[in-house]
């Protein structure tokens, strides 16, 4: 491959020319000999005011500290590596801390700590590990300290880590803002979903019903995952449910996600197609918050839309829930704990067909139901516009790594740097 003058090509790819290549033991300090592992049980009776660090988060607080100064940790084995690019497995910390064992302390003496975490944060290491058993791996101190890096001068190396450390900033002021609206949503629900609040112009009683009364409970048709594909009819798989954060599907919006199962519908009975409105829960879970997992169907077009294995179809017996608000009244604490207690299992647990029409809900008239509604979903609409954001500002921060860290794009350098 030609490489454009000014540029030369390195055992870490293209670089500037007036960039140097060392390997990071020559470059920088790696001071394993500090590390502390200490069990959670002694970390709670030495409880205080010095973090004590793992590979990827502070892993509790203890009253004495073993490091001091600015310091990159680097995640030593586990089954994490497998997803190096999808997880945050270097971490760049200061002030006086302690670190497990089970994380390299890297730090820059005639270069910058902070050029070494970016450029290692944004670097392939599947070539250094080493296989240590079924799905996990390891990197040695050894193989650490002969990795090249690439080094630009100083002053260039203080102004990329500053321009990175401030798309960060901002990744992590939207991930405060987040959680914030987060909680305000959850605070606004246990109020509005309960009647302790009430919204202006709504008075009067809430009814109590059980399911049962509300809903025909049926199961779903059965297939594995290996039997879905993108040819055939719309499949809600229970593992799909379980791992969406959101409450409802749309056959439109969510079209192109949706997985496929390839069969005749004159397969599947009426009572496992999902119409508009329907809820379906899941029958099975591996802890207690999964119990009451579930997803509301959007299904304006009428789309043959089959409910899949490990599922429980609920369709509407009276009128009396508007669909918006089954989005959301089956996420209070209350009906959770009722899930909870009707659960059966030890290792999965799960609620049967016969015991969740046994839950009870409370519930206002259809206008109070379709008010409450409307602000949680703006509400929605506000926290899905502030994490659609942050994905672009993640983006944003990757491909400015990718350019940055290997000189494509050369940012200016003040003068007196």
């Not at 069969?263 to 899941?282: N, Q």
Request: with cysteine.
């Amino acid at each position: 491959m030609e490489v454009k003058p000014g540029y030369k090509q390195t055992e870490v790819g293209v670089i500037p020319e007036e960039w140097e290549v060392e390997v990071v033991g020559e470059a920088f300090e790696i001071r394993n000999q500090l590390r502390l592992p200490i069990s959670q049980a002694v970390r709670e009776r030495m409880s205080g005011s010095y973090p004590y660090y793992g590979p990827t988060s502070v892993q509790g607080w203890i009253n004495e500290y073993r490091v001091e100064g600015e310091h990159a940790l680097i995640g030593e084995d586990g089954d994490h590596f497998l997803k190096w690019r999808d997880q945050a497995m270097t971490l760049l910390v200061t002030g006086k801390f302690n670190v497990n064992n089970h994380a390299h302390i890297v730090r820059g003496i005639k270069n910058l700590t902070a050029w070494f975490f970016w450029f290692f944060a944004n670097r392939d290491i599947s070539s250094y590990l080493t296989r240590q058993g079924a799905g996990r791996y390891k990197l040695t101190k050894a193989t650490l300290e002969k990795m090249p890096c690439a080094l630009p001068p100083l002053p260039e190396q203080r102004t990329i880590a500053e321009a990175l450390s401030n798309v960060d900033g901002l990744l992590g002021g939207l991930d405060r803002l987040i959680a914030k609206k987060r909680d305000l949503k959850q605070a606004a629900m246990q109020q509005l979903l309960t009647g302790q609040t009430r919204l202006p112009g709504f008075h009067g009683e809430w009814e109590v019903k059980r399911l049962g009364e509300l809903f025909n409970f049926s199961g779903g048709y059965s297939a594995s995952r290996d039997q879905l594909s993108t040819e055939g009819h719309c499949y809600l798989h229970y593992g799909d449910i379980h791992g969406s954060t959101k409450t409802c599907i749309d056959t439109d919006a969510d079209f192109q996600n949706i997985p496929r199962l390839d069969i005749p519908l004159k397969r599947v009975s009426l009572a496992s197609l999902l119409e508009d409105g329907d809820v379906v829960f899941v029958d099975a879970s591996e802890d207690d918050a999964g119990t009451s997992k579930h997803v509301v169907v959007v299904n304006k077009s009428k789309k043959p839309f089959i409910s899949g294995l490990h599922t429980i179809v609920a369709k509407s017996k009276t009128d009396e829930l508007a669909h918006e608000f089954r989005r959301y009244c089956f996420q209070t604490p209350a009906i959770r704990q009722q899930f909870i207690f009707y659960s059966v299992g030890t290792k999965v647990s799960g609620i049967s067909k016969s015991n969740i029409p046994k839950l009870t809900l409370s519930f206002p008239s259809v206008p109070e139901q379709t008010a409450i509604a409307e602000v949680l979903t703006e509400m929605d609409a506000e926290l899905a516009a502030l994490e659609q954001r942050r994905e672009k500002t993640r983006a944003l921060k990757q491909a400015m790594m990718q350019e940055l860290l290997t000189g494509r794009t050369r940012l200016i350098v003040e003068s007196g740097e």
